[in-house]
Every structure is written in structure tokens, then in C-alpha cells.
């Protein structure tokens, strides 16, 4: 079993910021590459960024200058920080993995966390 844990979301003002978290755990031989997406109320899941184990970046414009994907292979972790966070990144935020268990790959996806940005 592999499960994906998110944490950090919560109500921020705009142009605050915000740190979200993602520990995979469980039955994990390595894990490729990483990311956030988000689903805001009536709209389709959207990637915000990825990363790939050897920390290459890519990230959508919208979030471009204002976030940072980053990692920490050792802890199976990844992490986004959010700065300058606008109402339009209200969402939910899910995790993703690409992670190889028993010789395999599968993706994988926590729970999701809400982000909510209003004053």
C-alpha cells in the first residue's frame, strides 16, 4: 500500500503565502516524478507544477514567479510554496506521484487540501 499525506492548506489574504506538503509513504522501491494539480468548484483538475527526481521544474503560467515545487527525495516528500497567492488560486490541491512499487510504475494522489485565498 502507498499513500500520499497533504498538508499546509488553509485561509490565506491575497498576497499571502502558503507552504503545502506531501509525504508518500508505504511500499515504495522509488518515485519519478512528483507534483500539484488543483480543482477549483465547477472546473476540471489543472496541473500547477511538477518535478522530476532529478529536480527538473515545470510549471503552469498562471503560477509562474509566485511558486516553487521543490523536493526532498530522502523523505519522499514534496512541497509547494505559494507566495503572492491571488483569489484565483482558491482550489483544491491534490498531490501526485508517479512511484515505483514491485517493479511497476502507478500514480498515485493524496486526498486533496483546500486553499482558500480572500480577505
Known amino acids: 500500500q502507498v499513500q500520499l499525506v497533504e498538508s499546509g492548506g488553509g485561509l490565506v489574504q491575497p498576497g499571502g503565502s502558503l507552504r503545502l506538503s506531501c509525504a508518500a509513504s508505504?511500499?515504495?522501491?522509488?518515485?519519478?516524478?512528483m507534483g500539484w494539480y488543483r480543482q477549483a468548484p465547477g472546473k476540471q483538475r489543472d496541473l500547477v507544477a511538477i518535478?522530476?527526481?532529478?529536480?527538473?521544474?515545470n510549471y503552469t503560467d498562471s503560477v509562474k514567479g509566485r511558486f516553487t515545487i521543490s523536493r526532498d527525495n530522502a523523505k519522499n516528500t514534496v512541497y509547494l510554496q505559494m507566495n503572492s497567492l491571488k483569489p484565483e488560486d482558491t482550489a483544491v490541491y491534490y498531490c501526485?506521484?508517479?512511484?515505483?512499487?514491485?517493479?511497476?510504475?502507478?500514480?498515485?494522489w493524496g486526498q486533496g487540501t483546500q486553499v482558500a485565498v480572500s480577505s
Open positions: 501526485y506521484a508517479r512511484i515505483v512499487v514491485l517493479g511497476r510504475s502507478y500514480n498515485y
Open positions: 508505504g511500499s515504495i522501491f522509488s518515485i519519478n516524478t
Open positions: 518535478i522530476t527526481r532529478g529536480a527538473g521544474t
